[in-house]
């Protein structure tokens, strides 16, 4: 791959994390279009895993029943709720952790703004990052993959830039594997939103998606090494 399609290749790396971003954080217009694009049954073409995009793939779902798939889903209290946010999905908190949030209990896993919370709030820190989506939740979906999109456009950014040093590359990489490691948590997300939602299946199969796109993106980052 040479500079040029290296910089378009973490380009377009940004704007499918930002699509992803937006979609999780409620953004059904975003998602509405992005079906009647077609969007990600295309992109499932360029994935080696294979999961089923028949319900991203369709024309009878407007924006109100997208938003109310959401609420269902994503939104407190909505009848089959998913926590969108890492620390519900993992399994061994911090039993010291201490926050005042009145939603944290110390030592379960769950815990909101716990521990899961912190370690990804320190790689915002490291780059001046403020999420704007996700609730004000650092670890929320669609605030780590707003961040997966900021740290693929400023890599995008450094490889046009003839005067930077290559050290920003590869720190911004490093970053972003960080990141990816942490996002290991969206498998299990995947899982329960799966169980969930059995009526439409868009949401699943988005988280589906997403899954598949964070496994195969740490192997492409791996490999540009």
């Given at each position: 791959m040479d500079a040029v399609s290296v910089q378009e290749f973490a380009r377009a790396r940004a704007q499918l994390y930002e699509l992803l971003a937006a979609i999780f954080d409620g953004d059904v217009e975003v998602l509405q279009r992005a079906i009647g694009e077609s969007a990600f049954t295309q992109l499932a073409g360029v994935l080696p895993a294979e999961f089923d995009t028949c319900a991203l793939d369709r024309d009878d779902l407007d924006a109100e029943a997208l938003r109310i798939g959401y609420d269902n889903l994503f939104v407190v209290p909505g009848?089959?709720?998913?926590?969108?946010?890492?620390?519900?999905?993992?399994?061994?908190?911090?039993?010291?952790?201490?926050?005042?949030?009145?939603?944290?209990d110390a030592?379960?896993?769950?815990?909101?703004?716990?521990?899961?919370?912190?370690?990804?709030?320190?790689?915002?820190?490291?780059?001046?990052?403020?999420?704007?989506?996700?609730?004000?939740?650092?670890?929320?979906?669609?605030?780590?993959?707003?961040?997966?999109?900021?740290?693929?456009?400023?890599?995008?950014?450094?490889?046009?830039?003839?005067?930077?040093?290559?050290?920003?590359?590869?720190?911004?990489?490093?970053l972003q594997r960080a990141v990816l490691s942490h996002l290991g948590w969206v498998e299990p997300f995947a899982d329960e939103v799966a169980d969930a939602d059995t009526q439409e299946g868009v949401f699943a199969a988005l988280a589906g998606f997403a899954v598949s796109y964070v496994d195969w993106d740490a192997t492409e980052l791996d490999a540009r090494d």
């Open positions: 009848p089959h709720y998913v926590p969108p946010f890492a620390s519900a999905h993992l399994d061994d908190p911090r039993e010291d952790f201490d926050s005042d949030s009145k939603y944290h030592g379960e896993a769950g815990e909101l703004f716990g521990a899961s919370a912190e370690e990804v709030a320190t790689y915002y820190d490291r780059t001046g990052f403020r999420p704007e989506r996700g609730d004000g939740i650092p670890d929320h979906v669609a605030a780590e993959f707003e961040f997966m999109a900021a740290l693929a456009d400023r890599e995008a950014d450094a490889l046009g830039d003839p005067e930077d040093d290559p050290a920003t590359v590869a720190e911004l990489r490093d």
